[in-house]
Structure formats: structure tokens, C-alpha cells
């Protein structure tokens, strides 16, 4: 495998949740370089062998405005 995909959100509580397509593949962070540290962390204990060499953040965000 050669890459993986995270869908990024902000969490209600602050900072950012993110979780991986097609993998079961969860973490967050208090900000971006914590939110990409767990990431690699996560990503090394889920994949003992041929872990992904690209990490894709997909961002998401959520806005609701008066029409």
C-alpha cells in the first residue's frame, strides 16, 4: 500500500478528530502537529508490514449561515 486517506474534522471539544478510509483507524490532536504525530503513530501500530508511504489529509468542515 502506498497511501492512506484521513478524513480531518474539528472537534467540538477543540482541536481535530481524524479517521482513516477503508481502515478502522482512529485519532485526534490538540492541534496539527499533534493531530500528525498520532497519525503516524496509529498508522505504525495498525500496519506491522507494508505500512502506507503517503498520508492524505482530506479536510472537512461544516458551516450553517442564515439564508
Known sequence: MTEIIFIVEESP???FEAK???HSIFTDGSDMDELKSNIREAIQCHFEVDAPKIVRLHFVREEVFAA
Open 13 to 15: 471539544e477543540g482541536g
Open 20 to 22: 482513516a478510509l477503508d
